[in-house]
T-cell receptor, first 114, second 115 residues
């Protein structure tokens, strides 16, 4: 079935360094790839997304890259700060008209060490 | 603050109880979702309502019964649950189920414990 794999499951970086999280997907028809940040006790919050007609998108310290041929996409966080510590989920939209849904990766627990 | 409001935030119920989770959004979104999230796991889709009609049911047991009274409200009725149903239940909404760019807005969740 449709599958999104996410690596690593945990990531620890020093404050100020960069963090990279990678995801691969199986459905070549997927055309929308969001990233969500979930802080403890809260619901997931969208931080950035990318559509299949774009290879890269940047928003301040956060960027996402997409390689449609290889079916993988990555989240890049630069100049990390303690408030970036959270669980991050990638997702891919699958399904036909009237049945579209998001499939999530397993999540990455990011810890920023001061 | 999230624009999707879920109540209650916490719920403890016995296996014979009947309870409901409620979700409300006033963003004019026409798609609403229920997800279940176990500890250290991603959200798992349960139901999708599009224009107040059930469009996706991910083979969820009948002890979970969704209801969409209007475009702003989504309920999840719970009956005869099992301890393994204990989880965080997340409601979400999006402008439309089928738009290519469709940000999913999540609520804070209702944490359910079944004794």
């Amino acid at each position: 079935g449709e599958n999104v794999e996410q690596h690593p499951s945990t990531l620890s970086v020093q404050e100020g360094d960069s963090a990279v999280i990678k995801c691969t997907y199986s459905d070549s028809a997927s055309n929308y790839f969001p990233w969500y940040k979930q802080e403890l006790g809260k619901g997931p919050q969208l931080i950035i997304d990318i559509r299949s007609n774009v290879g890269e998108k940047k928003d301040q310290r956060i960027a996402v890259t997409l390689n449609k041929t290889a079916k993988h996409f990555s989240l890049h966080i630069t100049e990390t700060q303690p408030e970036d510590s959270a669980v991050y989920f990638c997702a891919a939209r699958i399904g036909g008209w009237g049945a579209q849904k998001l499939v999530f990766g397993q999540g990455t627990r990011l810890t920023i060490n001061p | 603050d999230t624009e999707v409001t879920q109540t209650p935030k916490h719920l403890v119920m016995g296996m014979t109880n009947k309870k409901s989770l409620k979700c409300e959004q006033h963003m004019g979104h026409r798609a609403m979702y229920w997800y279940k999230q176990k500890a250290k796991k991603p959200p798992e889709l349960m139901f999708v309502y599009s224009y107040e009609k059930l469009s996706i049911n991910e083979s969820v047991p009948s002890r979970f019964s969704p209801e969409c009274p209007n475009s702003s409200l989504l309920n999840l009725h719970l009956h005869a649950l099992q301890p393994e149903d204990s989880a965080l239940y997340l409601c979400a909404s999006s402008q439309d189920q089928d738009r290519v760019v469709g940000e999913l807005f999540f609520g804070e969740g209702s944490r359910l414990t079944v004794l």
